[in-house]
């Protein structure tokens, strides 16, 4: 074998790995040294916690004793600052409703009574045709002149002076004999319009009109 020169590259390689080698072994005899020394002092800390435990249920133990001797204490305490029951006040008697108060009318006062029909099936000209002749009279005169009219509106006029009378006799507490007509008229409802043929193929409009009938009576001065 040649000897090596001084210099060699490979010589300084082979160097490098066994230093290498020896640090990687100081390495692992640390680690070993200190696992050795972690499981040593491993179960101490375990005791100090248990014993640590064990003092700590003895305290809660002891204050759960000295709360059960002073809550009988307490409850008598209560009991002794508690007053007597009150005895019950006997029930009283339930009052009587109160009347119920009169209206207060100034002297001189005469109510109205109304009464309306709607959409009654008449024109509103025929309405006032009857109408016109029973405006101011007492209701015995009115029921004997639409009683006497020939005319088929008259039948709705006398329906609804009666319609009237029993508003004023339920409602007022009038006698219906001793009333009269302050007024009475007759409004336009709305016409239904309707067609009928004619000759020619013509037809022609008819209108169905309608009419909103009032009734006011009063007191007889």
């Given at each position: 074998m040649?000897?090596?020169?001084?210099g060699d590259?490979e010589?300084?390689?082979?160097?490098?790995a066994?230093?290498?080698?020896?640090?990687a072994?100081?390495a692992?005899?640390?680690?070993s040294?200190?696992a050795?020394?972690e499981?040593?002092?491993?179960?101490?800390?375990?005791?100090?916690?248990?014993?640590?435990k064990e003092a700590?249920?003895e305290?809660?133990?002891a204050?759960?004793e000295e709360?059960?001797?002073?809550e009988?204490e307490?409850?008598?305490?209560?009991?002794?600052a508690?007053p007597e029951?009150?005895?019950?006040?006997p029930?009283?008697?339930?009052?009587?409703p109160r009347?119920?108060a009169?209206?207060?009318r100034?002297?001189?006062?005469?109510p109205?009574?109304?009464a309306?029909a709607k959409?009654?099936?008449?024109?509103?000209?025929?309405?006032?045709?009857?109408?016109d002749?029973?405006r101011?009279?007492?209701v015995?005169?009115?029921?004997?002149?639409?009683?006497?009219?020939?005319?088929a509106?008259?039948?709705?006029?006398?329906?609804?002076?009666?319609s009237?009378v029993?508003?004023?006799?339920?409602n007022?507490?009038l006698v219906?004999?001793e009333?009269?007509?302050?007024?009475?008229?007759?409004?336009e409802?709305?016409?239904?319009?309707r067609?009928r043929p004619?000759a020619?193929?013509?037809a022609t409009?008819?209108r169905?009109?309608t009419?909103?009938?009032?009734?006011?009576?009063t007191?007889?001065?």
């Open positions: 040649t000897p090596s020169k001084p590259p010589k300084g390689k082979a160097a490098e066994e230093q290498i080698e020896a640090e072994q100081e692992k005899e640390a680690a040294v200190e050795a020394e499981q040593a002092e491993g179960p101490a800390p375990k005791r100090r916690r248990s014993r640590a700590a249920a305290e809660t133990a204050e759960a709360l059960e001797a002073e009988p307490a409850e008598e305490a209560e009991e002794a508690e029951a009150a005895e019950p006040e029930s009283r008697p339930a009052e009587a009347p119920r009169e209206r207060v100034p002297a001189g006062y005469r109205v009574v109304r309306h959409y009654v099936r008449t024109s509103a000209r025929k309405a006032r045709l009857v109408c002749h029973i101011g009279k007492s015995v005169e009115a029921r004997a002149i639409l009683a006497h009219t020939p005319r509106v008259a039948r709705d006029w006398s329906k609804l002076l009666e009237a029993a508003n004023a006799e339920h007022h507490e219906g004999d009333l009269r007509i302050y007024a009475v008229s007759a409004d409802g709305p016409t239904l319009k067609f004619r020619l193929g013509r409009r008819i169905k009109r009419s909103h009938l009032t009734i006011a009576l007191p007889k001065e």
